[in-house]
């Protein structure tokens, strides 16, 4: 077992991407994390949000996975591309 | 929402990291080619109403109804001076194609279409187009009006409005 | 409705005693103008949308929702070949335009333009077109649905169907 | 006095014209009338019945006068354009 199977058994590596006010508080549109294996939803926003002190609570976000709204319940997969959602503003 | 209005100097920041969600990732041959497939598409030019038109023509089809949102020169009593919107589009996309199908269950409709624009829009560009075809004319506008309502509360897109001093605010919907 | 389905012969006759209801008395400029000037006029050819958008350009408004009555290839189970429309041309522009008035009374919009034709259309034809402009959305689908039925109701306006035997029959609005 | 100027005292001229059914009823556009002083809407309705044998009785119409809808009870003038309104089905 080398290093970087050991690495894959204890973490995810996700894409964040931020839209509206979280691009505006994150400063960038992209980021990649890393994650351990139990993280959740939940846990993965409190974590950026301690990192870029995000104007929103959670309770005011949806959050879709790889392109699909889901659950906050959803598991988080390695390669994942993870988006919290404001309250959206079209039309 | 004092704290959303933005100064000048971080408008240039903003741009930056907004920059992404202000163009389509596909051509617009392929955005209209979307529409007419599944109903729903993003585009980052101006909308071509009459491509949209003829998506929709049927001679099963008595009732039309189409709603056009477009870019007002105001918002409550501030003078707006362009507005930009941000999409995250293939969300909107799957979102949007789910709207249409959901559309087709619950409204006696034929078909529907909508786009849904992002970019820099200036005053009296259309930001959303939604039309509606059925044999009978109130379902027509009962799914237009519910496609609407559906759009701007769920299809990923936002928008800021730039005011005459370059500041700028992050838009909440209020009809 | 068995006594209102007219034999190939009747409608001969039929046309020449309901041949002055099939043409306007004004020029096709004239008939635009007025709808300019009222917001409701009928016409005996083609309509023209993008005339009639252009009537309706706001840049205070957000919101356009417009309807087009188009002539269907059925009613109920029955193939239709054509329609004619007859109209009664100075009771209706008397009655749309205080129908116009009306709608804008009743509604917070900021105009509306309808116009209906009359005479001889095909099956996809645009018998009535309705448009309306308001700040925000809901005004807008509200008055243009109320403008259709009550146009519906209110403006002296008769149809006849033909069907593949050259018979025909005089309509009743069923939506 | 002549006779035309008696003629006036006691009857009004008055065009009425038709639409839909009540046009193939009375195989017309349109025809001059000329009625007595005191007729009414619903009276010059059921004279013009008596001739043409209309399907529809009066309570299924409206009545417009000088291209504007009035009331049954409205007075009719000399030299007034009447018109019988069957129900209508544009759209």
């Keep these: 077992m080398n290093v970087n199977d050991k690495q894959k058994t204890i973490t995810k590596d996700i894409t964040v991407l931020y839209f509206a006010d979280l691009a505006d508080e994150a400063n960038c549109h992209e980021e990649k994390v890393s994650i351990s294996q139990s993280t959740s939803l939940n846990e993965l926003y409190e974590h950026l949000n301690a990192r870029h002190h995000f104007s929103r609570p959670q309770s005011e976000l949806r959050v879709a996975v790889n392109d699909y709204f889901v659950k906050w319940t959803e598991i988080i997969n390695d390669g994942d591309q993870v988006v919290f959602i404001v309250p959206v503003a079209g039309g | ?175």
């Design chain 2, 1 to 175: 929402m004092e704290n959303s209005v933005n100064s000048p100097n971080k408008e240039v920041q903003d741009t930056d990291v907004h920059r992404q969600s202000m163009r389509i990732n596909r051509g617009i041959d392929e955005a209209y080619a979307l529409a007419e497939r599944d109903g729903f598409a993003l585009l980052d030019v101006a909308i071509d109403e009459r491509k949209l038109r003829e998506m929709l023509d049927n001679d099963s089809c008595g009732a039309f109804v189409s709603f056009e949102g477009r870019v007002r020169n105001h918002n409550n009593a501030t003078s707006v001076e362009r507005l930009s919107y941000y999409g995250y589009e293939a969300l909107a996309i799957n979102q949007g194609r789910q709207i249409i199908e959901e559309a087709k269950q619950k409204f006696d409709i034929t078909h529907a279409v909508a786009i849904h624009r992002i970019g820099a829009l200036e005053i009296g560009d259309i930001a959303v187009w939604i039309g509606v075809v059925s044999a009978h004319r109130y379902p027509a506008f009962d799914a237009c009006r519910w496609l609407l309502d559906t759009i701007k509360a769920d299809i990923p897109v936002w928008k800021q409005e730039y005011y005459g001093d370059e500041s700028s605010k992050w838009l909440r919907n209020n009809g």
